[in-house]
């Protein structure tokens, strides 16, 4: 007799809850809608999960052990596995609503449009049960900015859809869920439906509510998937200020792509950078070796950017919220040349030369806090239409520059030679305005400088750069709290830890600082 082709293929991941696990395979088996198989995947359970399954007599069942834990990868290699035309997700510590697969096959069965159907659950908890109502429509900018609330324990999708966009991105090991939500919502209609179809049960071993943090930095890869903003920060030998550049940029900008190019001279160094890449897995880290490879680096990015790109250094912290969709409606506009978030009303010290800088002539846009002017007869940084500190610019025009220039595989002059070559560009090619908000949204902290190409007194601090690496080394961070306040300058002296005092150092030669038994010593 031929065996009848399952309609459903369940995914359920198990590892180490044999305790929950039996009532979530009795959720599935007591189904009024009996035309599925049950996919149960192993993740090497050591705690008698086996002989819990063992225990149900049921052909619909389909049970893989996996000798190591091998989420999230399991989730593709049950949509790999599936019979079924749709998947349906339950996990091995949810219960699933009897005629939860009934109500979902029956909709997606009359409505062919449909990539993806999911409901509402009740939340279990030791304090009682709450309902979770989805309030809002699964558009994709409705999954994209409420943070990814769809109930997952309610899901059907199908099969072919979720083949079609990619399949689940075994580079997530927390969020991946909501990762393949956004690229179903991206190509395919979801459907809410109003009713209670599972219950969640909330305990201290979610994974998500185990590791908070770490679910916030996958879902931020998640949603930098679909960023209009490559940015590219550039680092040598200073972990502690690029660390801070980085805390600074997740607290205060959103939707932008974070790429780190780095180099080191010493070990030291690298093990440092080597400690950022595990800590903040939503940044992309680019190893340099030397500036040997530095062009064909930057080139690898370009291609890959989407149709803005912005540059930092690390020595800029970032203060205050960025609008980055206000930021992209200026720059696309022809007449822009690009859009500075470190420039603002109220800076009259051009601090490389130690000379008074005259403010331009502004056009304020009403309401917006955003300021433009004409760069092209703008003083010091006014006038400055291309940098590496904080800028957004066209992808277009990034590239223009750096196919027509020879920077020597050098960070320095690809700035300084891009900006001489930006002014000799007609308005055509480089438009005449540069904008600002109002107020800086990023400023630059002079602790130390690692670079000798050109030399400038107003810089020459002596900072002993290991002695920031050896505060780096004691977790020791910068108190991002006190740089929100207003400054007189784009270029800031201060220098203030969490916890600890204010240590101004000024720009003198002869001024040497040193970190030493847990205190700065200066001479």
Same mark, same amino acid.
């Given at each position: 007799?031929?065996?009848?082709?399952?309609?459903?293929?369940?995914?359920?991941?198990?590892?180490?809850?044999?305790?929950?696990?039996?009532?979530?395979?009795?959720?599935?088996?007591?189904?009024?809608?009996?035309?599925?198989?049950?996919?149960?995947?192993?993740?090497?359970?050591?705690?008698?999960? %086996?002989?819990?399954?063992?225990?149900?007599?049921?052909?619909?069942?389909?049970?893989?052990? $996996?000798?190591?834990?091998?989420?999230?990868?399991?989730?593709?290699?049950?949509?790999?596995?599936?019979?079924?035309?749709?998947?349906?997700?339950?996990?091995?510590?949810?219960?699933?609503?009897?005629?939860?697969?009934?109500?979902?096959?029956?909709?997606?069965?009359?409505?062919?449009?449909?990539?993806?159907?999911?409901?509402?659950?009740?939340?279990?908890?030791?304090?009682?049960?709450?309902?979770?109502?989805?309030?809002?429509?699964?558009?994709?900018?409705?999954?994209?900015?409420?943070?990814?609330?769809?109930?997952?324990?309610?899901?059907?999708?199908?099969?072919?859809?979720?083949?079609?966009?990619?399949?689940?991105?075994?580079?997530?090991?927390?969020?991946?869920?909501?990762?393949?939500?956004?690229?179903?919502?991206?190509?395919? #209609?979801?459907?809410?439906?109003?009713?209670?179809?599972?219950?969640?049960?909330? %305990?201290?071993?979610?994974?998500?509510?185990?590791?908070?943090?770490?679910?916030?930095?996958?879902?931020?890869?998640?949603?930098?998937?679909?960023?209009?903003?490559?940015?590219?920060?550039?680092?040598?030998?200073?972990?502690?200020?690029?660390?801070?550049?980085?805390?600074?940029?997740?607290?205060?900008?959103?939707?932008?792509?974070?790429?780190?190019?780095?180099?080191?001279?010493?070990?030291?160094?690298?093990?440092?950078?080597?400690?950022?890449?595990?800590?903040?897995?939503?940044?992309?880290?680019?190893?340099?070796?030397?500036?040997?490879?530095?062009?064909?680096?930057?080139?690898?990015?370009? #291609?890959?950017?989407?149709?803005?790109?912005?540059?930092?250094?690390?020595?800029?912290?970032?203060?205050?919220?960025?609008?980055?969709?206000?930021?992209?409606?200026?720059?696309?506009?022809?007449?822009?040349?690009?859009?500075?978030?470190?420039?603002?009303?109220?800076?009259?010290?051009?601090?490389?030369?130690?000379?008074?800088?005259?403010?331009?002539?502004?056009?304020?846009?009403?309401?917006?806090?955003?300021?433009?002017?004409?760069?092209?007869?703008?003083? %010091?940084?006014?006038?400055?239409?291309?940098?590496?500190?904080?800028?957004?610019?066209?992808?277009?025009?990034?590239?223009?520059?750096?196919?027509?220039?020879?920077?020597?595989?050098?960070?320095?002059?690809?700035?300084?030679?891009?900006?001489?070559?930006?002014?000799?560009?007609?308005?055509?090619?480089?438009?005449?305005?540069?904008?600002?908000?109002?107020?800086?949204?990023?400023?630059?902290?002079?602790?130390?400088?690692?670079?000798?190409?050109?030399?400038?007194?107003?810089?020459?601090?002596?900072?002993?750069?290991?002695?920031? %690496?050896?505060?780096?080394?004691?977790?020791?961070?910068? $108190?991002?709290?006190?740089?929100? #306040?207003?400054?007189?300058?784009?270029?800031?002296?201060?220098?203030?830890?969490?916890?600890?005092?204010?240590?101004?150092?000024?720009?003198?030669?002869?001024?040497?600082?040193?970190?030493?038994?847990?205190?700065?010593?200066?001479?």
């Amino acid at each position: 007799m031929e065996t009848k082709k399952p309609k459903i293929s369940v995914m359920m991941l198990t590892h180490n809850r044999k305790d929950w696990l039996r009532e979530a395979i009795n959720s599935i088996l007591n189904q009024t809608y009996e035309n599925f198989e049950l996919i149960i995947i192993d993740n090497a359970s050591i705690d008698g999960t %086996h002989e819990v399954i063992k225990e149900f007599n049921d052909d619909r069942i389909v049970y893989v052990r $996996n000798e190591e834990n091998l989420y999230p990868y399991a989730k593709n290699q049950v949509v790999d596995l599936a019979e079924g035309d749709y998947i349906v997700i339950c996990d091995d510590d949810d219960i699933s609503m009897p005629d939860r697969f009934k109500k979902s096959v029956e909709f997606l069965d009359s409505n062919p449009d449909v990539g993806m159907v999911f409901g509402d659950t009740i939340y279990i908890q030791d304090e009682g049960q709450n309902e979770n109502r989805y309030k809002t429509e699964p558009t994709f900018k409705n999954i994209f900015e409420s943070d990814g609330v769809i109930n997952t324990p309610t899901v059907m999708m199908r099969k072919d859809v979720i083949k079609d966009v990619g399949g689940y991105d075994n580079n997530f090991k927390i969020a991946s869920d909501y990762d393949l939500y956004l690229r179903i919502a991206n190509n395919y #209609k979801i459907t809410h439906l109003d009713e209670i179809l599972a219950k969640y049960r909330v %305990h201290d071993d979610n994974m998500s509510l185990k590791n908070p943090r770490l679910t916030v930095k996958y879902r931020e890869r998640a949603l930098l998937k679909w960023a209009k903003v490559s940015c590219l920060c550039f680092s040598y030998n200073r972990v502690f200020q690029l660390e801070s550049y980085i805390r600074s940029f997740f607290r205060f900008v959103k939707g932008v792509q974070l790429n780190v190019r780095y180099q080191y001279s010493e070990d030291k160094f690298k093990k440092g950078y080597e400690k950022l890449k595990q800590k903040y897995p939503e940044v992309n880290f680019i190893e340099g070796n030397g500036l040997e490879d530095f062009g064909k680096q930057i080139s690898e990015w370009m #291609k890959n950017a989407p149709e803005f790109v912005m540059f930092g250094c690390d020595d800029v912290i970032f203060k205050d919220d960025v609008d980055i969709n206000k930021v992209i409606e200026k720059v696309k506009l022809k007449d822009t040349v690009g859009f500075s978030l470190r420039l603002g009303k109220g800076f009259t010290h051009h601090y490389p030369s130690n000379s008074v800088m005259k403010e331009p002539v502004y056009e304020e846009d009403e309401g917006e806090g955003i300021l433009k002017w004409d760069w092209r007869i703008a003083e %010091h940084e006014y006038g400055y239409p291309f940098e590496l500190d904080s800028s957004v610019y066209k992808k277009e025009f990034v590239e223009l520059i750096i196919s027509s220039i020879d920077y020597k595989n050098h960070p320095n002059l690809l700035e300084g030679v891009g900006y001489q070559f930006v002014r000799q560009l007609g308005e055509e090619q480089a438009g005449k305005y540069l904008y600002s908000f109002s107020k800086p949204k990023a400023l630059v902290i002079q602790i130390n400088r690692v670079q000798d190409l050109s030399p400038n007194p107003f810089y020459d601090t002596g900072y002993d750069i290991d002695a920031l %690496h050896k505060l780096w080394e004691d977790g020791e961070k910068l $108190n991002l709290d006190y740089y929100k #306040k207003d400054f007189k300058d784009i270029y800031i002296e201060d220098f203030v830890l969490e916890g600890g005092e204010e240590i101004k150092i000024s720009k003198r030669k002869d001024m040497i600082v040193t970190y030493k038994n847990g205190k700065f010593f200066i001479k």
